[in-house]
Structure formats: structure tokens, C-alpha cells
């Protein structure tokens, strides 16, 4: 049994894009230099045959990686109006201890990534702020345990 697995048309989109460079043009390149690698001869002591060797491993998995993902996902269309938080919503988030604001959208976990801003449905803040609304205050625990305030500034569709 599989998790059922949340993507946005977007979060689709991208990983069907990685998943065709990966089958067509990465491939061939690793393939190409497995191939060139096997020409420096014994490849018991050959770095570079190695390497291709791992990096091909590496794209193989990540190939089915990505067929899982696609496979299980349930796309999200863009969020419906609500006047409450939603995976696909973006939402300013005031951490009520410095003042400080940073806007984050919310995505399934296959999908999240916190440097670019998209948090997971899943993660601490986004299990805490899924069925709010603009004005609440919220408790977020953090695996260390320790609890941050968010005031919701503004949901975004």
C-alpha cells in the first residue's frame, strides 16, 4: 500500500519534465561515459568507469523514484476560493516572536522545497497552519520540541 501522495498541476508538471531529461538526454550521457570509461581499459581500478557506474545507478533510481511518485499523486487544481488554508494555497506567515514575514506555498511532500519557498502539507508548520484562516495565531511544535507563534497575515490563491 502505497501514501497517497499530493502534487499541484505545477509540482506535476516539473517532475514529468525531470523525468523526460532524465529517460532521454541523461541517459544517453551516462551511457556515453560508461562507454568512453570502459576504453581507458581494466576497469577493476578505473575511477571514471566507477563513477559513470554510480551515476547511472543514481538516475536509474531516481527514474523510478519519480514513476512512483507520478503514479500514486493526486494532482490539486488550483485551490478552490476559501477564506481557509489548502495545499496549493500561498500564505504569509508573521513569526509573532521577531515581526518577521516570509510567504510559503503549501504542497505535498514530493514537491516541497523550503529553500524555494514551498513548504509540505506535512511538515510542522504546515500540519499547524492546514484549515486555518487570514488573523489566527498559531502554535507550531518543532521536533526539538520547541513551540513558534505564527500570526496568518494573508492567504493567497
Known amino acids: 500500500m502505497h501514501k497517497e501522495i499530493a502534487l499541484t498541476v505545477e509540482g506535476q ?3 514529468e519534465d525531470e523525468l523526460s531529461y532524465l529517460e532521454t538526454t541523461r541517459r544517453r550521457e551516462v551511457g556515453q561515459r560508461i562507454k568512453e570509461a570502459k576504453e581507458f581499459g581494466d576497469i577493476s581500478e578505473n575511477s571514471e568507469y566507477d563513477d559513470a557506474k554510480n551515476e547511472q545507478a ?20 488550483s485551490p478552490k476560493k476559501s477564506d481557509k488554508i489548502v495545499l496549493g494555497s500561498r500564505v504569509e506567515l ?17 514537491e516541497a522545497d523550503p529553500g524555494g519557498k514551498k513548504i509540505s502539507n506535512e511538515s510542522p508548520v504546515g500540519q499547524a497552519i492546514m484549515g486555518r484562516k487570514k488573523g489566527e495565531t498559531v502554535p507550531v511544535t ?9 500570526s496568518i497575515v494573508s492567504i493567497h490563491r
Open 13 to 15: 508538471r516539473k517532475l
Open 58 to 77: 543514481w538516475v536509474e533510481s531516481r527514474i523510478i523514484e519519480i514513476n512512483q511518485i507520478l503514479a500514486h499523486a493526486t494532482v490539486i487544481a
Open 94 to 110: 508573521q513569526d509573532v516572536e521577531n515581526g518577521e514575514t516570509q510567504t510559503y506555498q503549501i504542497v505535498g511532500s514530493a
Open 142 to 150: 518543532l521536533p526539538s520540541g520547541r513551540v513558534l507563534e505564527y
